[in-house]
């Protein structure tokens, strides 16, 4: 039996890498764009950080961060794709949101990148 997995980005390709592991059914992926990297994992910057996920999605993020380090420990990723542990400080000015607790979730609403709504804080007629 086939598999088709629909859209070829970072979720689509983990999907297939995993199920390549358990099985030796065909596995197709079909993405909208003909262009490589066209859309969201390619503009990614291609790294993970561990303090960038919200307390909702802090479980998810320590699993990703995990499973990244296992594949490239797995498949020799320090050489094959330049795998490379390294570590970061991040500063930040303090913003008065009038006393609610700060949840994380805004610049996803937003259809932002943390980037672009780090950015926005800095300079506020950023659009």
Not at 46 to 71: E, N, P, V, Y
Not at 91 to 112: R, T
Request: glycine share 10%; hydrophobic share 40%.
């Amino acid at each position: 039996m086939a598999t088709v997995i629909i859209g070829s980005g970072i979720i689509g390709t983990s999907i297939a890498y995993y199920l390549s592991q358990s099985s030796n059914n065909s596995i197709y992926l079909i993405d909208s764009s003909p262009r490589l990297f066209a859309g969201a994992s390619g503009y990614a910057a291609g790294f993970l950080a561990s303090d960038w996920f919200s307390k909702a999605s802090a479980s998810l993020g320590k699993l990703s961060f995990d499973l990244h380090r296992k594949l490239a420990e797995e498949n020799n990723g320090y050489e094959r794709w330049g795998y490379s542990p390294s570590t970061a400080t991040s500063l930040a000015d303090i913003v008065d949101n009038g006393g609610e607790e700060d949840d994380g979730q805004d610049w996803v609403a937003q259809g932002l990148s943390r980037a672009i709504a780090a950015k926005k804080i800095a300079d506020p007629e950023i659009d």
